[in-house]
């Protein structure tokens, strides 16, 4: 079991085009850093992506919880490809702390980095985190990912947050800000998670920003509850309840033009799957009503207790838990996304007795996976204290 502030004189080495060579890498290795008092050195940063290096995003992310610990860095700019990160102690005089990508950047990407943070800061007080950029763009999950699916599971693990949605922000212009207020926790419980149950509840809300008109609202939502009946009832699992919010933003909520659709279903066994579609403003391609149903259908028919966007965001948690945390995948992949958080977090805690194991469930009736966590038990010393 770790304390929650461990200096380390060697910098830890990670090749950031680990792989799928994005963010994910950044994000992670960041957390624990800040955690752990790891000093890490990352190359290749997003080298698999079309704009290698960090872009405004990242680089926000990285001033954040560079002010959290007050961490010494070399090489936090645009662009860079090669970063050294050497955390300070979290800082005890600071309750607020504000990032803006002053971009579309995606704000929920802020909030991966610096929500494990907040967590293990060493006060009673809650931590509260002022983000701006994108709240519902492409290339990151949307703020209702946020406050709909992870916050519940979040909540599994023993850890919650507040939240105040001030402003929404599309592509291109971001604009978006909301701010979380997190208390911090003594330790993460280890989590069990082994059977998805049924579907008792289905909850939509598809929405419309700016110039695009409601209609749009109304046909996403149409499109994902016709194909969410039509697939359940042909898989003969029981269509539960329908809940369903069609709307047009108050232009005084809102930057820009916009429009998608989030959905939520829960479980008799307390499981939680989010499905979403952003609108582009094309005819072409599928409807965001359809690719969000997918996302969800993809989840259930698979058995899973975690849909693919909330896999990847288990394991930092399952990482900082106490004990062993279990998560059933169903007969889906492990994602890149997930594979890459593992490994990061493997070459960073692993001398501590951090392992992962994916094996064959003997427990359920269906083709699944067990997802298997030994984590190392991250103390919030001086909390405790208090």
Same mark, same amino acid.
């Given at each position: ?208 920003? #700016? @110039? ?11 499109? &994902?509850?016709? !194909? *969410?009946?039509?697939? /359940? ?45 952003? #609108? @582009? ?11 969000? &149903?997918?996302? !969800? *259908?993809?989840?259930? /028919? ?85």
């Amino acid at each position: 079991m770790l304390k929650s502030y461990r200096i380390m004189s060697s910098l830890v080495q990670i090749d950031g085009s680990l792989g799928e060579g994005g963010g994910q890498v950044l994000r992670i290795a960041l957390s624990l850093s800040t955690l752990y008092g790891i000093p890490i050195e990352i190359k290749n940063i997003r080298a698999g992506r079309p704009k290698p290096g960090l872009a405004a995003q990242h680089l926000k992310g990285l001033e954040l919880v560079k002010e959290m610990c007050n961490a010494q860095v070399q090489g936090g700019y645009i662009g860079s490809t090669h970063l050294e990160f050497r955390p300070g102690p979290l800082n005890k005089n600071k309750r607020t702390f504000v990032a803006d990508t002053q971009t579309a950047g995606c704000i929920c990407l802020l909030a991966q980095v610096a929500l494990p943070c907040a967590l293990f800061f060493p006060y009673n007080d809650a931590v509260t985190l002022i983000l701006m950029g994108g709240t519902n763009v492409p290339m990151g999950p949307q703020i209702e990912y946020l406050t709909e699916v992870f916050k519940p599971m979040l909540n599994k693990f023993g850890a919650d947050f507040d939240f105040e949605l001030m402003k929404r922000g599309y592509y291109p212009k971001g604009g978006g800000r909301l701010h979380l207020h997190i208390k911090p926790v003594s330790n993460l419980n280890a989590v069990t998670l082994i059977n998805q149950g049924l579907p008792i509840e289905i909850t939509m809300w598809s929405y419309v920003a #700016g @110039s695009v008109h409601i209609n749009e609202a109304q046909r996403m939502a149409y499109d &994902a509850q016709a !194909i *969410l009946n039509n697939k /359940l009832i042909e898989s003969h699992i029981q269509v539960p309840p329908f809940t369903t919010e069609a709307y047009k933003e108050d232009k005084t909520m809102t930057v820009g033009n916009g429009s998608g659709i989030n959905i939520v279903c829960k479980t008799n066994t307390g499981c939680v799957l989010g499905g979403s579609g952003l #609108g @582009s403003g094309r005819r072409e391609g599928p409807s965001p009503g359809k690719t969000a &149903a997918d996302e !969800i *259908l993809k989840s259930l /028919l698979a058995r899973a207790c975690v849909d693919e966007h909330t896999q990847d965001q288990m394991i930092i948690l399952m990482a900082l838990a106490k004990g062993v945390s279990r998560i059933n995948i169903g007969d889906m992949k492990l994602t890149c996304h997930t594979e890459t958080a593992m490994q990061v977090a493997e070459i960073m805690l692993g001398k501590h007795g951090l392992r992962f194991n994916l094996s064959k469930s003997t427990e359920s009736e269906y083709p699944s996976y067990i997802l298997e966590c030994q984590g190392c038990g991250l103390i919030n010393d001086n909390l405790i204290k208090q």
